[in-house]
């Protein structure tokens, strides 16, 4: 397939771009930079500004584009930076596409969401037709899930990938935990009661290349492991496959004096499921905690 791709810096981008290359596809990556290779195409999504041709004649988009919601304190600037990196860059390539004749539309837009969406759900399990949650990161997900409309009413297959919280020692949920539970100075968060909507760095890979000719699936779909488990399950299996003690649990108000608004999110609870992929038949490798989080630090 002939695919072009947006956010392809960030973690899970780089590795999917390589993924995609190594089974044989063309991928072509988006840089708001002057390009430095041939597979590179120049966009300016805070403008909104992306040559049609750039995008006429490939097979399918994808855009995992969007700030880092861990890697900066919420001020008021950094939510709007949070916002407008996700609708810009989604409502650029929407718009683009749907302005493009018919036979110039690529098959499918895969366009990054996230399980943000639902907001804090306590026990209550949800699927992918639950409606949209309270909160900044369930606002930001309602408005980043609308952009997209313009190629879905242009007869674009679109999926909304509602991403959990990726496992692998080097980014996603992991990385920044990994030297605390080494040290032994880690434990749950707040009351650990609260559900981790987790998945394997290696299903998420599968699964978004599945999406990708799964012609029968369109609208959202949760990338998600099929066997979520609270805070306290995870800091339990994580420190035991570390070898170490997890027994400094970490006070909710100490997390919102480390993390100001992004604390409320780290205390939410969301437990939901992959109905979606589960119905299509996808293969899950890792559907189980312990196993997923054994590949994560050693594979």
């Known amino acids: 397939m002939r695919i072009l791709m947006a956010g392809v810096s960030g973690f899970l981008g780089t590795r999917l771009v390589d993924r995609l290359t190594d089974d044989g596809h063309q991928v072509t990556r988006l840089v708001r930079r002057s ?5 590179e195409q120049r966009w300016d999504p805070t403008a909104g500004q992306l040559d049609p041709a750039v995008v006429a004649g490939v097979d399918a988009v994808v855009n995992l584009a969007g700030a880092g919601v861990g890697d900066k304190r919420w001020t008021d600037d950094y939510r709007r930076v949070i916002r407008s990196s996700r609708v810009d860059t989604t409502t650029t390539l929407a718009v683009t596409i749907a302005g493009l004749p018919a036979a110039d539309r690529p ?10 969406w639902y907001g804090n759900t306590g026990d209550r399990v949800v699927e992918e037709d639950a409606p949209a949650g309270d909160g900044f990161l369930a606002d930001v997900c309602r408005v980043w899930e609308a952009a ?9 297959r679109v999926v909304r990938l509602r991403t959990g919280l990726p496992l692998h020692r080097d980014g996603g949920l992991l990385k920044p935990q990994l030297l605390p539970f080494k040290l032994g100075i ?5 009351s650990g009661r609260q559900w981790l909507p987790w998945i394997s760095l290696r299903d998420w890979l599968d699964a978004t290349v599945f999406l990708l000719t799964a012609g029968e699936v369109a609208g959202a779909v949760n990338v998600v492991g099929p066997n979520p488990v609270t805070n306290a399950e995870f800091t339990r299996e994580f420190a035991r496959q570390l070898h170490r003690p997890a027994i400094v649990p970490i006070p909710a108000v100490a997390l919102k004096v480390a993390l100001g608004g992004f604390a409320q999110e780290a205390l939410t609870s969301t437990r939901v499921l992959p109905a979606v992929l589960t ?11 312990p ?3 054994h ?3 050693h594979d």
Do not use: I, M
Not at 107 to 116: D, K, Y
Not at 279 to 289: D, V
């Open 107 to 116: 098959r499918v837009l895969l366009n990054s969401s996230a399980v943000g």
């Open 295 to 297: 590949a994560a630090l």
């Open 291 to 293: 196993a997923a989080l």
């Open 186 to 190: 880690a434990g749950r968060l707040g």
């Open 148 to 156: 997209t409309r313009p190629a879905e009413d242009a007869g674009v």
């Open 35 to 39: 390009p430095r290779t041939a597979d």
């Open 279 to 289: 119905r299509a038949g996808f293969p899950w490798t890792h559907p189980e905690l």
